[in-house]
């Protein structure tokens, strides 16, 4: 069953866009289109090597857009994004993200009263992964002073922790 699977990927991820440049080039070339415009052939390669790697390294705008659902805040315009670290979703759409994120420090006393407000408990319980593992690895000279947690229904935990620099907060988000 696992070779069947392999073999699928391995169709769609590589042969399809292979096949549809080939029809794209013989196509251009049948029609006696300029040489220099038979490298249209190359976007389905392009689009989906795109893809993949959007897929595998997830852009800032993925993590904002985490920090909005873990928050219900907006990622504030001066944040910034340190590290960040996230796997890849599995068939039912359930992965973990985590990332490291500076803020200014009224911002930062606004977020905690907002996740309190919105039912977050102040507690030490950290969900091991490896996306955690990765951002604590990146900060070892910091520490939590304080740290929070809440789980949504749905198999949703979120998880907010506030480093002892007064700027920068530990953002996780894990379904299953």
Not at 10 to 18: E, R
Not at 119 to 147: H, M, W
Not at 152 to 157: F, L, P, Q, R, Y
Request: hydrophobic share 45%; proline share 3%; aromatic share 16%.
């Amino acid at each position: 069953m696992m070779i069947l699977l392999l073999i699928v990927l391995f169709v769609i991820i590589v042969l399809i866009p292979i096949g549809l440049s080939i029809l794209i080039y013989k196509f251009i070339k049948r029609k006696g289109v300029d040489k220099k415009f038979r490298v249209i052939a190359l976007i389905p390669i392009l689009i989906f090597a795109y893809l993949i790697f959007t897929a595998i390294y997830p852009s800032n705008e993925f993590y904002e857009e985490d920090f909005l659902e873990v928050t219900t805040l907006k990622f504030p315009e001066n944040g910034i994004i340190k590290y960040k670290s996230a796997s890849y979703p599995d068939q039912f759409g359930d992965y973990t993200s985590c990332f490291l994120a500076e803020f200014e420090k009224e911002y930062l006393e606004k977020l905690k009263r907002s996740i309190i407000e919105k039912g977050f408990v102040e507690k030490s319980g950290k969900i091991g992964c490896d996306e955690l593992t990765y951002i604590e690895n990146q900060i070892k000279d910091k520490k939590y002073i304080k740290e929070f947690s809440k789980e949504v229904e749905g198999g949703k935990i979120y998880y907010i922790g506030f480093l002892n620099d007064n700027k920068s907060v530990v953002i996780e988000r894990t379904s299953w």
